[in-house]
């Protein structure tokens, strides 16, 4: 090492065998307190972690709250679902059951936008039942009965504490009938000789599914009377 002058060969330093002049110690001292942090730097420095948390902790929020619906969307349709089942595949079990209104011979069948009366046959043990849907109150409403029954008409106007809730909080619902003669649909649907080709079923948000009365209904001619 090159020493330029006295003075720094006078204050020549050992130190694990090396020797190293003043004016060295010195611009060395120097460089090292130039790589410190002011507290304008360190404010900084909190402020964007701050603002970088904040960006973390709203972006997990917008993910818990997205899933969270995602999953209440997916319950509500598999909710709505068993419910559109449950009554396709009743009114696909209908049958036009004759009874007398007014010394008439109608099929018992009655549609309303917000109830529908039926009939079906049982399976097991042989005979008919009738049907009831009604919705009032955002809560559809269901209840039946073995046929023949005298006393039909006061059970189906009768209290509604009697009937069964398939569900509740359900914002809209509707039913349509399909008249092949007129050729368009109805809202309502009284008792008659006849029966709707197809009903229409508004259940909530979902798109209205259509339920196909089966041809061997429409066809039928029965002589079973009430």
């Known amino acids: 090492m090159k020493i330029n002058n006295k003075e720094d060969a006078r204050y020549m ?15 060395h001292a120097l460089r090292f307190t130039h790589h410190g942090f002011t507290l ?23 993910g818990i709250n997205a899933w ?4 209440a969307e997916i319950n509500e349709t598999q909710r709505l679902r068993v419910i559109s089942a449950l009554m396709s595949q009743q009114m696909k079990s209908m ?4 009874m ?12 309303k936008s917000k109830s529908m009366l039926f009939a079906t046959s049982l399976t097991n043990a042989g005979g008919y039942k009738w049907i009831r849907y009604s919705f009032k109150d955002n809560t559809l409403f269901f209840r039946e009965g073995i046929l023949p029954d005298k006393k039909l008409e ?14 509740k909080n359900i914002p809209e619902f509707k039913f349509e009938y399909y008249s092949a003669k007129d050729d368009s649909w109805k809202d309502e649907w009284d008792f008659s000789e006849t029966i709707p080709m197809q009903i229409r079923v508004t259940l909530s948000y979902f798109h209205p599914f259509l339920i196909t009365i089966p041809l061997w209904v429409k066809d039928a001619q029965t002589k079973q009377q009430l």
């Not at 402020?47 to 902790?57: C, E, P, R, T």
């Not at 007398?100 to 549609?111: A, E, R, S, T």
């Not at 006061?154 to 569900?167: C, R, T, Y």
């Open 40 to 62: 304008l730097e360190l404010l900084i420095a909190m402020i964007i972690l701050s603002l970088v948390a904040v960006v973390i902790g709203a972006g997990y929020r917008i």
């Open 154 to 167: 006061e059970k189906i106007e009768g209290n509604s504490d009697k009937e069964e809730v398939i569900d």
């Open 68 to 71: 969270e619906k995602g999953e």
């Open 100 to 111: 007398k209104i007014d010394d008439k011979d109608v099929i018992m069948f009655q549609g």
């Open 95 to 98: 049958y036009p059951l004759k």
């Open 13 to 27: 330093i050992q130190d694990s065998g090396l020797t190293i002049p003043r004016s060295q110690i010195t611009h």
